[in-house]
């Protein structure tokens, strides 16, 4: 099995650019993901395969990846982004999936 | 529209078995590559996968839970069944149902709202 492992907390003030980093060995092979959870609703899709944004989301979500690390970058933070923030990964030969331990976002 | 929606007991006791059903529309469990997956969350705590399976039928079980777990699926109800057996006050969490949208790599396009369960006597 494998972990992925993201910082407990993240703060930036509205209109700040918040970056949460998403580190793990397989990152290097597998894409990664990303989910946004707000208090009391299901997690929601933010980013597929590292750099993807679902329709509709807004430009202010984007992706990266290098090496052995991802990181969700959020523009222009808004009051609104404040939430949990998961990062995802799968293992093909194990058939297996895994979740980093989650970021809280706070906006200041 | 694509739409999931968990249901079952909302408190279960100790060593009881758990069965919650995900019930799926907007799409078919008949799709080819498509899945359903199932993860927890105990309260303030991190996602954790659970089980999933696909339309031919593969399925996958978390290592950890692998012995207490059992997934399963009836395409004409479109519904997915998920059953965990020995049941302790540590799987209280809010179960998830999502979509798989494709057969690898996995991701989750679409989730149910959840459903509560606690574990007590």
């Known amino acids: 099995s494998y972990e992925l492992k993201q910082p407990p907390s993240v703060s930036v003030s509205p209109g700040q650019t918040a970056r949460i980093a998403c580190s793990g060995d397989t990152l290097s092979k597998q894409y990664a993901y990303w989910y946004q959870q707000k208090p009391g609703q299901a997690p929601v899709l933010v980013i597929y395969k590292d750099t993807e944004r679902p329709s509709g989301l807004p430009e202010r979500f984007s992706g990266s990846s290098s090496g052995t690390t991802v990181t969700l970058t959020i523009s222009g933070v808004q009051a609104e982004d404040e939430a949990d923030y998961y990062c995802?990964?799968?293992?093909?030969?194990?058939?297996?999936?895994?979740f980093g331990g989650g970021t809280k976002l706070t906006v200041l | 529209q694509v739409t999931l929606k968990e249901s079952g007991p909302v408190l279960v006791k100790p060593t009881e078995t758990l069965t919650l059903t995900c019930s799926v529309s907007?799409?078919?469990?008949?799709?080819?590559?498509?899945?359903v997956i199932w993860i927890r969350q105990p309260p303030g705590k991190a996602l954790e996968w659970l089980a999933h399976i696909f339309s031919n039928d593969e399925t996958s079980y978390s290592t950890s839970l692998k012995s207490r777990l059992t997934i399963s699926k009836d395409t004409s109800k479109s519904q997915v069944v998920l059953s965990m057996t020995n049941m302790d006050p540590v799987d209280t969490a809010t179960y998830y149902c999502?979509?798989?949208?494709?057969?690898?790599?996995?991701?989750?396009?679409?989730w149910g709202q959840g459903t509560l369960v606690t574990v007590s006597s």
């Open positions: 999502a979509r798989i949208p494709e057969e690898f790599p996995y991701y989750f396009d679409y």
């Open positions: 995802q990964s799968a293992d093909s030969s194990a058939a297996s999936v895994v």
């Open positions: 907007g799409f078919s469990l008949s799709n080819a590559k498509m899945g």
